[in-house]
């Protein structure tokens, strides 16, 4: 059972630029989280989705930051017309419906912003 | 407000030597409280986790914590460190069949040989 999947490990991008980054969940795994790490920070909740649904994305930046997770294929994290402050690590997360278990968490996409 | 607090940013020990890293949270409820670990450049690694029931919880490599209600606390223990165990760990907290991880800033360890 492979775990979560993010591509890319690596984004360079100039300001401007939309990035688009990466979540394919663990198999059987129907809920999904992104994350975002800031230099010398934790990490914070961006945004929670289900299939076809944004459940809770209180944590998203009001503008450029969107994110779907189509009923086929991955979670798509995007940030349009990105400036310096953007560059992070973004991790996703997946879990299965039952209430009471961790989420698990893949190695993450390292954007630059240059 | 719900927060998770490690209040040392860098820790320095020497290899066999023992281990201890503080967690302390502010949460309206019980939560669940969980040690991950991250290696440079990786992706985050689930030590252990605290749900409910017994308050000393084992987990992956040799890790342990405790879960103590009275000091909010969960601190992560090791008996002897490896020096493959340097690494960030950090401590996160959610509540029952929540989603939202509260993450604290991270603690690096470094081991000496």
């Known amino acids: 059972n492979a775990g979560v999947m993010q591509n890319p490990r690596h984004l360079v991008r100039r300001r401007g630029q939309e990035a688009r980054l990466r979540c394919s969940p663990m198999?059987?795994?129907?809920?999904v989280y992104w994350y975002r790490q800031l230099p010398e920070e934790g990490l914070k909740f961006m945004v929670y989705l289900q299939k076809e649904n944004i459940i809770d994305e209180s944590g998203m930046p009001k503008e450029r930051f969107s994110a779907e997770f189509p009923k086929e294929g991955p979670s798509i994290l995007r940030i349009q017309q990105v400036v310096r402050g953007d560059s992070a690590a973004y991790f996703c997360a997946s879990s299965p419906p039952s209430r009471n278990t961790e989420a698990f968490f893949g190695q993450g996409t390292r954007l630059t912003v240059v | 407000a719900q927060s998770v607090t490690q209040p040392d940013i860098h820790i320095t020990v020497s290899e066999g030597a023992s281990l201890e890293l503080r967690c302390n949270y502010s949460y309206g409820a019980t939560p669940y409280l969980f040690w991950y670990v991250q290696s440079p450049g990786q992706g985050l690694q689930l030590l252990l986790k605290y749900f409910s029931g017994d308050t000393l919880v084992q987990g992956i490599k040799g890790f342990e914590a405790e879960f103590k209600r009275s000091q909010s606390s969960f601190n992560l223990r090791k008996p002897s460190v490896h020096w493959s165990d340097a690494a960030e760990y950090f401590c996160?907290?959610?509540?029952?069949?929540?989603?939202?991880?509260?993450f604290g800033t991270g603690t690096r360890l470094k081991v000496l040989a």
């Open positions: 996160a907290a959610s509540g029952e069949g929540t989603y939202k991880y509260i």
């Open positions: 198999k059987g795994h129907s809920h």
